[in-house]
């Protein structure tokens, strides 16, 4: 696993000891940057269930503000942190151990992220549970763009009833990522 562009490109992560974590894979990631390319310079970046924190730190290599990196296991912070060390992104990136649905009321009205990534665990159905509880914490609004990461068997039908609409969706063999912002009527 490494970083793929910006400034600290090809730079070697650390992975989270044992099976508890799914790393993205290189090829994914650099898919799901090239898609949020526009979105990422200067961005507000919430890394949920942040594992390694592959992610976020891929989005601060490519020229995020500032990411912010939730996970709620141990030996997933102190990967995290090594990995911001090594890559010298710890100035611009905040850690918290934390379960994901309670980084919302945390985060509340202090911040208004522009890119909110969530990587839940498969088959556990937490992705509805993080919308509906961001929806209403003020720290998103309708130009927040949130990408999920899910099995391909996950269903988001209930997206619109929770008050967002789907921008995209892009499949991968194994995985896929949905893209949604919030309807503005829900703010």
Known sequence: ?????GKCRSLPLKSVPGNTTRPTTDRIKETLFNILQSDIPGALFLDLFAGSGAIGIEALSRGAA????????PKAIRVIKDNLQFT????????FRMNAADAASFFSVKIL????????????????????????????????????????ETSFDWLQEEGYTVIKEKCYKTNKHVFAKMKKEQI
């Open 1 to 5: 696993m490494r970083v793929i562009a």
């Open 113 to 152: 992220f522009d890119v909110v990534f969530l990587d839940p665990p498969y088959g556990q159905g937490l992705e509805k549970e993080i919308f509906h509880v961001f929806r209403k914490s003020g720290c998103t609004d309708s130009h927040t763009l949130f990408v999920t990461e899910a099995s391909l």
């Open 88 to 95: 010298r992104l710890e100035e611009n990136a905040d850690v």
């Open 66 to 73: 500032h990411a912010w990196f939730v996970d709620h296991d």
